[in-house]
């Protein structure tokens, strides 16, 4: 169990950039795989990026190379640097685990909303 608490959405212009960030609770951080997951008006949550503990990151085709998964152990925070923003990357974002089984607890998450 890890609480988690998302930040720094906000208002964006196509083009344009955030970076967000996800502080995390718990003694087992430092093992578990970090996601950042997106759900967007009428559309399933899906996972856009992924980080493990040893730093391998994968990513959604539709995020791979605007986007960038990071993580600071010390300070038991994940990032998402989001680049080249588009309209369809609108949605709440949050982070939590990187899990194959389902997931049942989710924390508020940031909303990121891009429009000129």
């Known amino acids: 169990q890890v609480q988690l608490v998302e930040s720094g959405g906000g208002l964006v212009q196509p083009g344009g950039s955030l970076r967000l960030s996800c502080v995390a609770s718990?003694?087992?951080?430092?093992?578990?795989?970090m996601g950042w997951y997106r759900q967007a008006p009428g559309k399933q949550r899906e996972l856009v990026a992924a980080i493990h503990s040893g730093g391998t990151t994968n990513y959604a085709d539709s995020v791979k190379g605007r986007f960038t998964i990071s993580r600071d152990n010390a300070k038991n925070t994940v990032y998402l640097q989001m680049n080249s923003l588009k309209p369809e990357d609108t949605a709440v974002y949050y982070c939590?685990?990187?899990?194959?089984?389902?997931?049942?607890?989710w924390g508020q998450g940031t909303q990121v909303t891009v429009s000129s």
């Open positions: 718990g003694s087992s951080f430092t093992i578990y795989a």
């Open positions: 939590n685990r990187a899990l194959r089984a389902p997931i049942t607890s």
